[in-house]
């Protein structure tokens, strides 16, 4: 089995190798190395806001040009645009990662909308993580028909869901099939939600909606290796040409690597 090329498209790291868990090592160097005992030929990294790293995320991408690219850290309502417009016009720089859990905001914020409408101007791609899970934000406001709207208000913004909206799996697949402007990327979920009814829901979106889902482990949440090969285990049985797409095309033609 070939499957060419692999593409993680969902990393993190720090300049310190700290992890928020405290259990993690977040380093460029384990990163590499895992990336390589997977095979893995690119990598996006997803900058977080609180980190204040993207300076960081370009020297790396720099030194590991045409491997690693970046989503730029923000948050809209604690910063201004003008803070990464520098940032995003650097090759690296695929678009811009929000996280309304982590930065407590509604993705209908109407400063995250502002957001919005210059990253459909100039082609920046936004990544979103949406995962039912949070202590101050009302839940309903991360589910996959936000979004949905979204979509259809920006036709032409391309946004990657993390973690397929989990525990919405399923109409995380329904959003994505209705609208060509948004996809699912299946980082952190495998295994942590084996033998629920998210592992169903996966491989049927899989199978069905093979060029909207994007490999991605959440390194470093997840080992790179370790994730890819119980992603691989998980999708065994698909064609190649659908293992393709979800293992590298799909995130090279979305993240235009
Ligand atoms: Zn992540």
């Not at 980190?51 to 730029?72: S, T």
């Not at 989990?166 to 697949?173: D, N, Q, T, Y």
């Not at 490999?215 to 999708?235: N, T, V, W």
């Amino acid at each position: 089995m070939y499957i060419s090329p692999i593409v993680d498209a969902h990393l993190h790291i720090t300049d310190n190798g700290e992890w928020f868990t405290g259990k993690h090592n977040a380093s460029i160097g384990l990163l590499i190395e895992q990336m390589d005992a997977g095979g893995v030929a690119k990598g996006v990294i997803m900058g977080l806001a609180q980190l204040n790293q993207n300076e960081y995320l370009r020297r790396i991408c720099d030194e590991h040009r045409g491997i690693l690219y970046a989503m730029a850290g923000f948050s809209p309502v604690t910063q201004e645009l003008t803070a990464v417009r520098d940032y995003l016009s650097h090759e690296a720089f695929r678009g811009i990662k929000l996280h309304p859990r982590r930065d407590n905001f509604s993705p209908m914020d109407p400063k995250a909308l502002a957001v919005y409408e210059e990253a459909e101007e100039k082609g920046w791609v936004i990544n979103f993580d949406v995962f039912g899970h949070s202590a101050r934000l009302p839940i309903e406001e991360l589910r996959p028909t936000v979004f949905d709207r979204l979509a259809k208000r920006f036709p032409n913004l391309k946004m990657v869901l993390s973690h397929c909206c989990v525990p919405w799996m399923l109409e995380a697949f329904f959003v994505a099939k209705s609208n060509p402007n948004l996809y699912l990327d299946c980082s952190f979920i495998i295994e942590r939600f084996n033998k629920t009814s998210v592992m169903q829901d996966l491989l049927y979106t899989a199978r069905h909606l093979d060029r909207k889902l994007i490999f991605g482990s959440d390194f470093p949440e997840e080992q790179a290796h370790r994730y890819l090969s119980m992603a691989k285990i998980e999708f065994k049985d698909l064609q190649e040409e659908k293992k393709s797409n979800i293992f590298g095309l799909n995130a090279i033609q979305v993240y235009g690597l």
